[in-house]
């Protein structure tokens, strides 16, 4: 497709349990981006991809999270041991990776994640 | 610290009125981006518009229009003669150059229904 894909796009869960959300950005794209929406947080900054850097993950809220991006395309976004407070919409977002700053994003339509 | 205040939580107006959305940003930085992402039911969030702080031009397109003002560090969006199909939520968001990665930070978003 044309653009960023996610899946699932819902996903329930039993608190304790891992769960992987997945992201395929656009294609051409270099830079990958997780954020999170919740009611409590609003939309948040979990963590960026781009190319073959070290990723940025300094938006991740506990080490319960974790997300790779294999062969500069696909994401998977991983919380183990997933508790209540981790219900939300997990949002991916590309762009192009041209500039590093005032790009505009392209998200996905999100996965709903509820934990029970 | 970084910090995007959208006051209006919701707004609800008939068709054709013109309807001002609110949005007041906080940071240290000198070089910032300013965007407005508009998130329609379906959840994927949509680029609009992004601005530069070096840029205070206001910009107008189609029905949209910004004011960019850094004296009172307001980046206000104005839909003029608004239509059922603008019914959204609209985010503002920041993102600083010194951070190296298009963290954005949002506001809380508003929640804008025209009614017919």
């Known amino acids: 497709g044309a653009g960023v894909s996610q899946s699932p796009s819902n996903k329930v869960t039993e608190k304790g349990k891992d769960v992987e959300l997945r992201c395929d950005p656009i294609?051409?794209?270099?830079?990958l981006y997780w954020y999170r929406q919740s009611l409590g947080q609003g939309l948040e900054f979990l963590i960026y991809?781009?190319?073959?850097?070290?990723?940025?993950k300094s938006g991740l809220p506990s080490d319960r999270f974790s997300a790779e991006r294999t062969g500069g395309s696909v994401s998977t976004l991983t919380i183990q041991r997933t508790q209540q407070e981790d219900s939300a919409v997990y949002l991916c977002?590309?762009?192009?990776?041209?500039?590093?700053?005032?790009?505009?994003?392209?998200f996905g339509s999100g996965t709903q994640l509820s934990v029970l | 610290a970084q910090k995007v205040t959208q006051a209006q939580t919701e707004i609800s107006v008939v068709e054709k009125e013109d309807v001002t959305l609110d949005c007041v940003y906080e940071?240290?930085?000198?070089?910032?981006?300013l965007f407005w992402y508009k998130q329609p039911p379906s959840g994927e969030l949509v680029f609009l518009i992004r601005?530069?702080?070096?840029?205070?031009q206001n910009e107008i397109s189609g029905r949209y229009s910004w004011n960019f003002q850094k004296s009172t560090s307001s980046f206000n969006f104005t839909i003029t003669a608004s239509q059922v199909v603008d019914s959204a939520v609209y985010f503002c968001?920041?993102?600083?150059?010194?951070?190296?990665?298009?963290?954005?930070?949002f506001g809380q978003g508003t929640r804008l229904t025209i009614n017919p």
């Open positions: 977002a590309s762009s192009p990776g041209l500039y590093t700053t005032n790009e505009k994003l392209f």
């Open positions: 294609s051409g794209h270099t830079a």
């Open positions: 991809f781009q190319g073959n850097s070290a990723p940025d």
């Open positions: 940071t240290r930085d000198t070089t910032y981006y």
């Open positions: 601005r530069n702080s070096f840029d205070e």
């Open positions: 968001a920041l993102s600083e150059a010194r951070q190296g990665a298009q963290k954005l930070v």
